[in-house]
């Protein structure tokens, strides 16, 4: 079974046992669903949303069974992580793991392979070949995950 890391619990909110985490993993509106499941940890425990909510640069969460603080301060420091089985994503959502694997190409000429993906700040770029290319829909054609090939058009100017 392979899990994806989502985020951090940082620290608990208030008494019923909220819990503050620490998030830029893309997908938070795939992930942040009241009744889905997260897996805390290092044994990977399972706990259903309950509810959820932006406060500040934290995701809020309430877990189900989880009613006050003290049940909550023990998931302090942990790490949330998602089946990767459960994350539906778009044929053209990809993740930074799937993307590290994948060839560039440039007017259907392979241009190299995907060796870093940064994202700062929703400023996202990717390096290949030693140059960093911005990874934005305008200039992205086609995903082709089955073959691990991402199409683009219009950066010869970052080669």
Do not use: C
């Given at each position: ?47 259903i949303i309950e509810t959820y909510r932006k406060h500040k640069n934290f995701d809020m969460i309430k877990f ?15 790490n949330v992580y998602i089946k990767k089985s459960m994350l539906l994503l778009n044929e053209d959502e990809v ?65």
């Amino acid at each position: 079974m392979e899990y994806i890391y989502v985020g951090r619990i940082v620290n608990t909110h208030a008494l019923k046992g909220e819990v503050r985490i620490i998030s830029n993993f893309e997908y938070k509106n795939k992930v942040f669903i009241k009744d889905n499941t997260l897996f805390l940890g290092q044994f990977k425990e399972a706990q259903i949303i309950e509810t959820y909510r932006k406060h500040k640069n934290f995701d809020m969460i309430k877990f189900a069974n989880i009613n006050n603080i003290n049940d909550a301060l023990k998931y302090k420091g942990d790490n949330v992580y998602i089946k990767k089985s459960m994350l539906l994503l778009n044929e053209d959502e990809v993740l930074e793991d799937e993307l590290l694997e994948m060839n560039l190409y440039s007017d259907n000429k392979i241009v190299g392979k995907i060796s870093e993906y940064i994202n700062d700040n929703n400023n996202k770029v990717i390096r290949v070949n030693n140059k960093l290319i911005p990874y934005n829909k305008d200039f992205i054609t086609k995903i082709d995950k089955k073959n691990k090939k991402i199409y683009m058009h219009d950066i010869e100017v970052f080669l």
